[in-house]
């Protein structure tokens, strides 16, 4: 996974991820061309889509860098995107505190 | 013996007067600046590493977690008052002497509503409320103090959190 934010790109291995979850309490509705820019913005590019949208899933992962430093990102995804993309992450390696196994798991 | 009496306290009075002179404001300055130092205690380190939020008790969500501890680093980064702010984990904060340890816990959290606030101004406050310890590489307390990051009006739930971050800065900023 490639984060890209304020002009840093990193790298993040699945395994590396300590946990990644989603929030299915959704805070705004996209549409139109803001569902395609909002595939994966992380926290502070979402401002500017809350201007016309209303409900996104908010996908959050922890990781450890190369020096063991903790890190965090959060992002606005896409309703209905971010338990698949969680999925996906967890098959490659991704540790979480969340079942992933079926959607009646998933988080309320 | 009369005449030679009279040279010493001729001699000894200005001196004893130039001493109570001196020592007058020295010891009413060593009083000032002692209270000026409870008050105005300043730090000075080279380091400061960020420990992951403790969400303890209270059911904070894990974005509000994460954005209360990037926010955190972020603004601490900007104050400049450390050459480095290391994350939690970070190896390369393990040799440094100086290193202060800044501590995070949730007390409170209500979570209220973006859609709320705009339309009605008035409701829908989003709130956390963080105790903030800051201790040195002894362990001793620096700061300890419950601090309360809100967004009443426009922007996400979220920006409680970046408002929080900003008054742990201030705090921050004062004591280092």
């Known amino acids: 996974m490639q984060l890209q934010a304020q002009g ?6 699945a395994s590396s991820i300590l946990d990644i979850s989603t929030d299915k309490d959704s805070r705004q509705d996209i549409t139109g061309a803001a569902h395609l820019a909002a595939e994966a913005i992380p926290y502070g590019g979402s401002r500017v889509l809350s201007l016309f949208s ?5 996908l959050t992962v922890e990781f450890r860098d190369t020096n063991a430093a903790y890190h965090g990102a959060v992002f606005a995804m896409a309703k209905g995107k971010a338990a698949p993309f969680r999925k996906q992450l967890v098959a490659l390696g991704a540790k979480t505190t969340v079942p992933t196994a079926g959607p009646a798991l998933e988080k309320k | 013996m009369k005449d030679h009496s009279r040279g010493v306290n001729s001699v000894a009075l200005p001196i004893v007067l130039s001493c109570a002179i001196f020592l007058m404001p020295g010891h009413l300055m060593g009083q000032q600046s002692s209270v000026e130092s409870k008050s105005l205690q300043r730090f000075s380190v080279s380091s400061i590493q960020i420990e992951a939020p403790d969400p303890g008790d209270v059911p904070l969500p894990p974005e509000f977690r994460i954005a209360v501890y990037e926010n955190l680093i972020l603004q601490i980064e900007k ?8 994350r939690s984990g970070d190896k390369d904060a393990a040799n440094v ?9 949730a007390r409170a959290f209500t979570e209220g509503s973006q859609k709320k606030r705009e339309v009605t101004t008035v409701m829908g406050t989003t709130s956390l409320t963080v105790n903030v310890r800051i201790t040195d590489h002894a362990g001793q307390s620096i700061v300890d103090r419950d601090i309360k990051g809100k967004v ?3 922007g996400e ?3 409680a959190t970046y408002d929080f971050s900003k008054k742990v800065a201030k705090i921050v900023r004062d004591t280092f």
């Open chain 1, 54 to 58: 209303h409900q996104v899933d908010v």
């Open chain 2, 97 to 105: 002497s100086d290193l202060v340890t800044l501590h995070t816990k």
């Open chain 1, 8 to 13: 840093k790109t990193v790298s993040v291995d």
């Open chain 2, 152 to 154: 009443v009006l426009m």
């Open chain 2, 157 to 159: 739930n979220l920006g």
């Open chain 2, 79 to 86: 104050t400049g008052k450390f050459q480095h702010v290391y």
